[in-house]
């Protein structure tokens, strides 16, 4: 395996720009997560998927907000408008293949976004 | 509902002493119970999990756990410290009635030289 892959690493924007995060996660795991972490605060959970299937939606996902699964692989994050509240970093998680909730998950380095 | 509280921001060590990272959580059902390690501008790295059976969870670099039922809580150990275990430590939870993991503020700990 070689691990949950994000790009870009690292990201500056200016206000009101759109972004967009990609992750891949490690092969066949057919759960694919998004947090977000901001300094001094723990993982935040954001979205999930299983297989292509979009399956929870946390409140913090605001309209400006989408993410994405085609075909149940490689997983894209989109952030529309951004705001100086969005600089965060947004962590990619996968898990086992497997719906049993004792399964590790699995994250990836994280993508850093800073909104000037 | 699932939560987690680790009561203490930072921990402070000396190298070769035994170091203990405190987390406590709450679920309606049975605890799934998770700790991460992460270094400065990284992402996680899983070091152990705690699913049924032994109370006594051993993981990744020497690092240990021990869940305790009647206290809710998950206390992360290792009997002799490294300058190199100096990173921040989040304690997560998953109901069983839930996909996600829900994480702890986290920990700083410093193990000095």
């Known amino acids: 395996d070689t691990g949950v892959s994000q790009d870009p690493r690292h990201k500056i924007t200016k206000r009101g720009q759109n972004v967009t995060f990609r992750c891949d996660p490690i092969?066949?795991?057919?759960?694919l997560y998004w947090y977000r972490q901001t300094l001094g605060q723990g993982p935040e959970f954001l979205t999930y998927f299983q297989n292509e299937a979009q399956l929870e939606k946390s409140r913090l996902l605001s309209d400006r907000f989408s993410a994405e699964r085609p075909k149940g692989s490689f997983s894209t994050l989109e952030i529309q408008r951004t705001e100086q509240g969005d600089s965060a970093m947004y962590l990619c998680a996968s898990s086992d293949r497997g719906a049993s909730v004792g399964n590790t998950i699995y994250f990836g380095e994280g993508s850093w976004l800073t909104v000037v | 509902a699932q939560s987690v509280a680790q009561p203490e921001d930072q921990v402070n060590v000396a190298e070769g002493n035994p170091l203990t990272v405190k987390c406590t959580y709450s679920?309606?059902?049975?605890?799934?119970l998770f700790w991460y390690v992460q270094y400065p501008n990284r992402g996680l790295q899983f070091l152990l999990k705690?699913?049924?059976?032994?109370?006594l969870v051993k993981g990744s670099y020497g690092f240990e756990a021990e869940f305790n039922k009647s206290q809710t809580s998950f206390h992360l150990k290792k009997p002799s410290a490294l300058v190199s275990d100096s990173a921040l430590y989040f304690c997560?939870?998953?109901?069983?009635?839930?996909?996600?993991?829900?994480f702890g503020k986290g920990t700083m700990l410093l193990v000095s030289p």
């Open positions: 997560a939870v998953r109901d069983s009635g839930y996909s996600t993991l829900t």
């Open positions: 092969s066949e795991h057919n759960r």
């Open positions: 679920v309606s059902g049975n605890p799934y």
């Open positions: 705690y699913i049924t059976g032994d109370n």
